[in-house]
């Protein structure tokens, strides 16, 4: 990933840069929200933004962490309504954000959790071109999946702009995948349709063009945006290519489960305090 670290010593990293990755790294390790870190830079300055999220990945990366792919956020009208932002971005998974498929959230991992449904993909080719096409993202897509993020903010009462949440490694937190794979010649995925559920009760809808006009568009966005920056997708990362409806706030003892036409289901439970002990 190329950003305004490159070719800084580890001691020159610019102040504001290692100051909101520090904050926003005890607040992941203490479970005491932030406050937001966009104050420490130049009003909408994405690009530092992006510099603190890299330097918490290359420490997550020193520490043993496993880069497993790429997540995009901001994808859907109406979480960048709920957010009040007017762009994607994206972030970094770790293979320790991994929840089994009807498994429960790990306690003590998230500070203020929410839960998206999404269509994951599986790449069986690299991405490399700058300006990448939907022919190239078909032709390298081994499999579509469905899947839940649940996202979560290190900045207190999710009080984000772009730049906190670009900081904040795109506001990533858990993922969980379905486990029977579907290749694209056998679903639309700008067609297919998404309602999750929580104690039996529709939380949230959407379709597949609600996804920057269809997932397919959203990896074609990502894909673009890190070969400029010098980290294409390659082949066997995992890409969760954004929310097809709004994003849920979830509490202890909620089960979510979401339904993806064409792709199944995928289920996720929150503890209790008592479970968690």
């Known amino acids: 990933m190329s950003t305004v670290l490159d070719g800084v010593r580890p001691d020159a990293v610019p102040p504001a840069v290692a100051k909101a990755a520090d904050l926003l790294a005890e607040a992941a390790r203490t479970g005491a929200a932030c406050p937001p870190v966009r104050t420490l830079f130049d009003d909408g300055d994405v690009e530092a933004a992006y510099a603190v999220q890299q330097l918490n990945v290359r420490r997550g990366l020193d520490a043993g962490r496993r880069i497993v792919g790429r997540k995009i956020g901001l994808t859907s009208p109406a979480v960048q309504a709920q957010l009040g932002v007017d762009q994607p971005d994206f972030g970094a998974l770790f293979a320790d954000m991994a929840v089994p498929d009807g498994g429960e959230a790990a306690p003590g991992r998230l500070l203020q959790p929410k839960v998206e449904a999404e269509v994951a993909l599986v790449l069986g080719r690299d991405l490399p071109h700058r300006e990448c096409t939907v022919v190239d993202v078909l032709r390298a897509v081994d ?129 209790t305090e008592e479970d968690g002990q």
């Open 143 to 271: 499999f579509a999946l469905p899947a839940l993020e649940i996202v979560d903010s290190r900045v207190r009462g999710w009080d984000i702009s772009l730049v906190d949440t670009v900081a904040d490694n795109a506001s990533c937190g858990l993922y969980v995948l379905g486990g029977t794979p579907v290749p694209l010649t056998a679903v639309d995925l700008r067609a297919v349709t998404m309602a999750m559920s929580r104690a039996g009760g529709t939380v949230s809808e959407g379709t597949g063009a609600d996804c920057l006009g269809g997932p397919l568009n959203a990896a074609v966005w990502l894909a673009t945006a890190l070969a400029e920056r010098g980290d294409p997708l390659r082949a066997g990362d995992l890409v969760l290519t954004g929310a097809l409806g709004p994003m849920v706030p979830a509490a202890p003892g909620d089960v979510f489960e979401a339904r993806i036409s064409g792709l199944g289901s995928v289920r996720v439970a929150f503890p």
